[in-house]
T-cell receptor, first 113, second 114 residues
Framework: SQQGEEDPQALSIQEGENATMNCSYKTSINNLQWYRQNSGRGLVHLILIRSNEREKHSGRLRVTLDTSKKSSSLLITASRAADTASYFCATDAGSGNTGKLIFGQGTTLQVKP | DADVTQTPRNRITKTGKRIMLECSQTKGHDRMYWYRQDPGLGLRLIYYSFDVKDINKGEISDGYSVSRQAQAKFSLSLESAIPNQTALYFC?????????????FGPGTRLTVL
């Protein structure tokens, strides 16, 4: 079963608007990561947030983590057409030092120019 | 040059054929992974390796085998391909260290089994 469930599955916005994607997970974690995938390409790491952190920023990205609700959100501010991609959350499912990640099903974001 | 490379990038084969997908990395990472991606299912882990002598099954290893020829090379084999193995396959690497680290992905291999 999937550790991460993402919502919404698809999101379409206009350039300049903000995009928010949510991820929920089932078991305790050490950290949660967000990745981006352009169509048919490999995944690219965006940001990692550790279980003892509540919020993290990287450029136009803002990630929050609520371990009590087992959820995370990714906010992309002032979106651009180049942000069009699928976004995945990934957790380590509290697996210690195994290095294994469990990915959600992803949110497909379309940013219209 | 790309840090994680995969060959071939596209492959069409027939049911019952043996297929090998290859992955090479220049990042110097110890850990390597193979995933498959199906529409609407995200990425699922097939096998992972922490070093040349340490190989582990992932979530969906049935029908697949792997070989870690060197620190930099990790191959995935389908001994007898079947149509439901049609998917996008990704190799990834990460460092050895405390906790779970960022993974670096190759460009993927699109495999079609007829």
């Amino acid at each position: 079963s999937q550790q991460g469930e993402e919502d919404p599955q698809a999101l379409s916005i206009q350039e300049g608007e903000n995009a928010t994607m949510n991820c929920s997970y089932k078991t305790s974690i050490n950290n949660l990561q967000w990745y981006r995938q352009n169509s048919g390409r490999g995944l690219v790491h965006l940001i990692l947030i550790r279980s003892n952190e509540r919020e993290k920023h990287s450029g136009r990205l803002r990630v929050t983590l609520d371990t009590s609700k087992k959820s995370s959100s990714l906010l992309i501010t002032a979106s651009r057409a180049a942000d069009t991609a699928s976004y995945f959350c990934a957790t380590d499912a509290g697996s210690g030092n195994t290095g294994k990640l469990i990915f959600g099903q992803g949110t497909t974001l379309q940013v219209k120019p | 040059d790309a840090d994680v490379t995969q060959t071939p990038r596209n492959r069409i084969t027939k049911t019952g054929k043996r297929i090998m997908l290859e992955c090479s990395q220049t990042k110097g990472h110890d850990r390597m992974y193979w995933y498959r991606q199906d529409p609407g299912l995200g990425l699922r882990l097939i096998y992972y390796s922490f070093d040349v002598k340490d190989i582990n099954k992932g979530e969906i290893s049935d029908g697949y085998s792997v070989s870690r020829q060197a620190q930099a090379k990790f191959s995935l084999s389908l001994e007898s391909a079947i149509p439901n193995q049609t998917a996008l396959y990704f190799c990834a690497t990460s460092r050895q260290g405390a906790g779970t680290d960022t993974q670096y992905f190759g460009p993927g291999t699109r495999l079609t089994v007829l």
